[in-house]
Every structure is written in C-alpha cells, then in structure tokens.
C-alpha cells in the first residue's frame, strides 16, 4: 500500500501546499528539508524577495506562505498586507527571528495566519503550517509567554467581555481552536462558536484573528488564562 493511501486503497488528502519566502537560500534550502520529511506537507515554490513572491503566489496559488519579516526593498510584513488583499486564500504564516512586541502586533494587524520564530523544531513548523491551513491561528510559545509578562496584572473588564469572553480570548491568543477550547473549558463546542461571536461583536473586529491583534495591541493577555471564573 502506498503512503498516502488509507486502509480502503483510496488516495489520502493532497499535501498543503507551502512557497517559502526568505532571502538566504540556506535558509530556505534548510526549511524545505524540514517540511520535505512530512508527506502532508509539499514546497511547491521558493522566493527570495516580496516581488518574487507575489509572483510565485500568482503562478503557484500555494495554500501557505512562510513569509520572513527581513525581506529586500519590501518587507515581509509588507508583503504580507498584500497577500492578505490580493490572494486571501494563502494563509500567511510569519517565520521570524524576531520576538519583539511591535513586530508581532505589526503581523497581526495585517492579517497573518500566524507568527513562528525561527528557533522552532521541524515538529513546530510542520505543525504551525497544519494549523493555519485548518484556520487556527498559531502564535510561537516563546512570544506568547514574553507578551504575558508585559502584563502585570490581569484586567477586571476587557472591552465589556464578561469574564468567560475574557477567558476564551486569553485562549484564542494562546493558538487555540474551538474544539481545544470547549474541552479546556468543559464546554459545548456551539456555546464556544457563540463567545466568539460575541467577543468579535464587542470587539468590533471581524475575524478571530483582529481579536488576537486587538487583545495584544491593547495589552489584553493576562498572565494566566484561568484568573477569571463564573
């Protein structure tokens, strides 16, 4: 039987199809090495530049761009703005060396799908790519835990969130999907669907994702997603 085949003989899922954008070939060359080694994951481009790139997604129409914040003459950030307009249907996925607050609040107000450091195991990468093609967004664990230490306290009220809103925000922030979230939570997967409609209707943001951005914009994390209860 073939690798890709299940038990009834039939072909399995076609691979996510990822362009990596970076402008150090070694680094590119080492990140398809990494994703090569899992067979739902397939490089179907590389780019060395922003223009490169939105030529590759043009020709290519990949489902995930590993975009680097350092790009030349247009940033990845800048880059991702306009893949998020022009070609919504590749989720971009930031692989940066940098952890810094105003970097990634920057990549979240774009639209990014999510935002991976560098120092990330082949594990982590393959990973953060299944997620936000499924729609989860991924932030790295290390960047997560720096911007909750720029909390020092938790906040009594966020932007009128009752305190199980807040709770399932913290989660969002955290990468978390809707059904992790109802299991953390005890929760019906529905009354889940329904706090994220509310807390995007509160927020006035349109996507989990602004959520995400708004939360960290206004310094919203708080130090542990289990200080607020019913």
Not at 52 to 69: F, K, N, Q, R, T
Not at 82 to 108: G, I, M
Request: negative net charge; hydrophobic residues 40%.
């Amino acid at each position: 039987m073939d690798a890709d085949e299940g038990e009834t003989g039939r072909p399995g899922p076609d691979p996510i199809r990822v362009l990596i954008v970076d402008d150090h070939a070694l680094v590119r060359e080492g990140t398809r090495e990494l994703l090569s080694q899992d067979d739902t994951v397939a490089v179907v481009g590389m780019a060395g530049s922003g223009e490169e790139a939105l030529e590759a997604v043009a020709a290519l129409s990949p489902d995930v761009a590993l975009v680097d914040v350092n790009l030349p003459s247009m940033s990845g950030l800048e880059l991702s703005r306009l893949l998020f307009a022009q070609f919504p249907s590749t989720k971009v996925l930031v692989l940066s060396a940098y952890d810094d607050y105003a970097y990634v609040a920057e990549a979240l107000e774009v639209g990014v799908a999510g935002y991976l450091l560098k120092t990330a195991t082949a594990k982590e990468l393959v990973d953060a790519v299944r997620a936000v093609h499924d729609g989860v967004f991924v932030l790295d664990r290390q960047v997560s835990q720096r911007l909750v230490r720029r909390r020092e306290t938790a906040p009594t009220s966020v932007g009128g969130l009752t305190p199980r809103e807040t709770s399932v925000l913290q989660l969002l922030a955290q990468g978390r999907s809707n059904k992790q979230i109802a299991t953390e939570m005890a929760l019906g997967t529905r009354t889940v669907e329904g706090y994220v409609s509310n807390i995007l209707a509160k927020l006035g943001v349109a996507s989990r994702t602004e959520a995400v951005a708004h939360a960290i914009r206004h310094r919203l994390v708080s130090p542990s997603g289990r200080d607020h209860t019913d």
